[in-house]
């Protein structure tokens, strides 16, 4: 039901982001991006979605500030500590074999999740081999990842987080306050590659022994589920491992055979072959 | 008028929410088919709580909202903390992690507002005992799609100020006591 002019119009636009600048947005859920594309057109000032749709199609500087809407910067590190206790106490040990080691965080937003990421792994002294790929498609938050600048107001938050999550070090040890921010240390990601990667659009990484994926496969369809867990099952080394967000699973996916149970609690996958 | 047949519940609560839903949900027959889908604003680590709380309490079927669940007849369904639910279309349901609404993850006015899309008239949304404004422009959307809007009598509420300001944002809403909000559900069993 609802406004039946409305949901044709951001159909079109979905459409228009899609053929003129490469970004598919068209298979996400279409609930969470109509309320997105329904703020950006009432705070970007447009009095329709067809006008917004053809301001974006002739100004291409309009499209960072769309992207900003119909993506979802929300996070926060150690969001969930327990997926990171798992990590430390079932699947570190496993990673500790390996004399060599990649991991990929696939929708890093900001870059919370990849500095948990990476304070985790020097904590258990596998920062040294370890090899990081950052993705996301928001170019705006690859930058503030590569900067991992935070508002000191978080630190709170990210501290007891940390803490929760097994913590061996201080979180305090990898940040300086300086004018209500905190500015991460810049050794966390000397091992780090950022990258524009879509997991709709763009293909495998080679050999990863460890995808974190977390609420970005919540914000697609089925399909488009099952086309990005394909991407990972095909990115993962033998017996590679796959962490998805709390309140996504593998369950009813085509691909829930090529992966078994790790914890099951956490999301935490095993890449399986025959 | 003859009001369209009711084929989802929506509701949403904040401070006073355990008591106000403990006076409805147990009251329900078991042969109440319509949905029921509820947003109670929890603290983020009490994740499970509520469906643990009113499982065992109930005739209906109780369960935390999973992403991309099919909309089930006889289903009480709980927003899990910490995430938006939405209703799709297609009577699904999702969750997002999108942004809080009025300081609220989960947010009423977000469950309120795409459910009265994806049922307009065929749904009746209801605002219980709160301390805040989240709901009152979800209200407001399930009117003016034709929805039944219902909001617990301020003056009866645990806190008052959550259905004031929904009552404020949706003047036309019907004002009922907890009882009547009972005997209202209990009736759409019936028909
Ligand atoms: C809600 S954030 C999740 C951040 C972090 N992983 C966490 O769990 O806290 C979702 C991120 O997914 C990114 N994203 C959305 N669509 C994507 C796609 N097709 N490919 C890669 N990343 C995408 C967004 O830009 C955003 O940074």
Known sequence: MGDAVEDIEIALLLEAIYQRYHYDFRHYARASIKRRVLQARTQLGFASVSAMQDRLLHDPATLPRLLNYLTVQVSEMFRDPSYFRALREKVIPHLKTYPSLKVWVAGCSNGEELYSLSILFREEGLDQRTLFYATDINPQALKAAEAGVYPLSEIRKFTENHQKAGARTSLSDYYTADYGRAVFDKSLRSQVVFSDHSLVTDAVFAEMHLISCRNVLIYFDRPLQDRALGLFRGSLARKGFLGLGSKESLRFSVHADGFSDYVLEEKIYQRRDA | ?191
């Open chain 2, 1 to 191: 008028m003859r009001a369209a047949a009711i084929e989802a519940v929506v509701i949403g609560a904040s401070a006073g929410a355990v008591q106000a839903l403990l006076h409805i949900l147990p009251g329900l027959p078991a042969t109440m088919s319509v949905p029921i889908l509820i947003v109670v604003h929890v603290p983020s680590d009490r994740s499970n709580a509520l469906v643990t709380l009113y499982r065992d309490r109930c005739r209906l079927r109780v369960k935390e909202a999973e992403d991309k669940e099919v909309v089930a007849d006889g289903t009480i369904y709980f927003a899990p903390s910490d995430y938006h639910l939405l209703v799709e279309a297609e009577r699904s349901l999702a969750l997002s992690s999108d942004e809080a609404v009025h300081h609220s993850r989960p947010a009423i006015d977000v469950l309120f507002e795409t459910a009265a899309d994806a049922y307009g008239p065929a749904l009746a949304a209801i605002i219980l005992t709160g301390a805040n404004q989240d709901g009152a422009d979800g209200l407001r959307a399930v009117a003016a799609a034709g929805g039944v809007a219902i909001v617990q009598d301020p003056a009866t509420a645990q806190v008052p100020a959550m259905p004031a300001a929904a009552l404020s944002a949706c003047p036309t809403a019907h004002v009922m006591s907890i009882d009547d909000i009972l005997s209202y559900l209990v009736g759409l069993a019936a028909r």
